[in-house]
Structure formats: C-alpha cells, structure tokens
C-alpha cells in the first residue's frame, strides 16, 4: 500500500490522539514496506537535514526526516505537541537535556535503530544526531501539529524561540 494511503488509514479518523495511539499507528505504518517513501526525503537545504511535511490535518502531522551522516538537529522541543517517531533507515542518537536553574544541560542519551520507535512527550526538550556513514530516515507523527517550536544552546543562553513552518 502507498505510504500516504497507509498513513490517511491509520491516523486519519484520530481527533485528539494520545501518544500510545500515536505509536501504535506508527507502528501499524512502518511495519509494512513503502516501496514509494524515496519520493518524501526530501535533501538538506535551510536546515541540517531534509524535513518534509507529507499529511496534515487539523489534529497531527506527519513528517519524513532526513539525517545525512555526521549530523544533528538543534536542540528544541515542539511546542505544545506530543509525537512519536519510528527509524526507517539507520541509527539515531536521541539527546534529553533538562533545564536546571535556567540553563539547559545534556540528561541522558540513547539510540534508537530501525523500526524502533521514539517518544516525545509534552515539554520534552532534545536533539537527533547521526553518527552513522549512511542517512537515518524517520517518521514522525505530531499532535496538534508543530507550532511555536523552541531552539535551545547549551551553557546556559536563553532559548531562542523558532517556528519550523
């Protein structure tokens, strides 16, 4: 089945999503071959990686990123929205970092391999990196869609207010 079909399938009847629902549609999706998901990676351009928005509605979105090897996304949340992500291609390093007395500081880190899924629940603050020789392809579902994003610097600066849009 087409990726767009698929997805319409599994997400497009949610109205207010909970994150386990979120995941397990996620799951339901990537569990099946998409022999057209080349046609949604999208290359670099503005960012580090390649970013492409494939579905939206009112309630979620649904995103295809491209990490080329050796590259990381800032660190940011999203706003006031929870997700999930499952790794088609490659390997990914996820970084929690947590706010402490105004300044934000790495937590923890781990990796999530292919077909493995990674949760974002609401507030969480992190970043993606790549540390493979070859691309990681996710897909990540959002809901309510991505809306006043925040970027983050470590060492203390503030956080610099940024809507990927």
Do not use: W
């Not at 207010?16 to 949604?40: C, F, M, R, W």
């Not at 660190?75 to 007395?101: F, K, Q």
């Not at 990796?111 to 070859?134: A, Q, R």
Request: one cysteine or more.
């Amino acid at each position: 089945m087409q990726l767009l079909n698929r997805i319409h399938q599994q997400l497009g009847n949610l109205t207010k999503p909970t994150l386990e629902e979120v995941g397990d549609a996620l799951k339901q999706i990537s569990n099946q071959s998409h022999p057209d998901l080349e046609l949604y990676i999208m290359e670099p351009d503005k960012l580090a990686y390649g970013r492409n928005v494939i579905y939206r509605n009112d309630c979620l979105e649904v995103i295809v990123i491209n990490l080329p090897p050796h590259k990381e996304t800032a660190i940011h949340d999203h706003g006031g929205s929870i997700g999930c992500a499952v790794v088609l291609e490659g390997t990914l390093l996820n970084s929690i970092y947590r706010i402490n007395n105004s300044q934000i500081e790495p937590a923890h880190s781990f990796f999530v391999k292919k077909g493995e899924c990674l949760y974002s629940t609401l507030g969480l603050i992190h970043k993606m990196s790549n540390s493979d020789k070859d691309r990681m392809i996710s897909l990540h579902v959002y809901s309510p869609p991505l809306q006043n994003m925040s970027t983050f610097k470590e060492h203390g600066d503030h956080p610099v207010s940024l809507d990927m849009r």
